[in-house]
């Protein structure tokens, strides 16, 4: 598990964010459902193309936080620029979500009874198009390069 922290990318990364197109479904619908407070703790344990995040954290303070997980070096490459005015408020962590309870205990720590506290957790299990759109991404029958369907 790899913290990512938002940063001045290199011209490979942003070449690489910049490709990553995604357009986010039922982003007003699922952050409603959070009930986001602005000084509360979220998480986002699917960033994908930062659509979801974005929202989340543009409702935060200074005192709010979201933490958002992804495996993919694409997704986090794209959400550093897409996230740059929320900087503050943010971390982005380069994890699988079955990571999740090691995440929180790290980012966020425990209670008194051992527990951690968030106000709200975002898991979207839909597909992220740019991994069927661009054929070197291993997930597209469209192209030629061969089937791996690796994140990493």
Known sequence: MDKYYLKIMNE??????????????????ATEGLRIKPDGIYVDCTLGGAGHSSLIASQLSSNGRLIALDQDD?????????MKPYVDRITLVKTNFRDLEEVLRSEVGVDENGQTQV???????????PHFDEGERGFSYNHEPPLDMWMD
């Open 12 to 29: 490979k990364q942003w070449r690489a964010a910049a490709l990553f197109h995604h357009i986010t479904v039922l982003k007003q619908e």
């Open 74 to 82: 694409w997704a986090l490459n794209n959400a550093r620029e897409v």
């Open 119 to 129: 106000d709200g957790i975002l898991f979207d299990m839909g597909v992220s198009s």
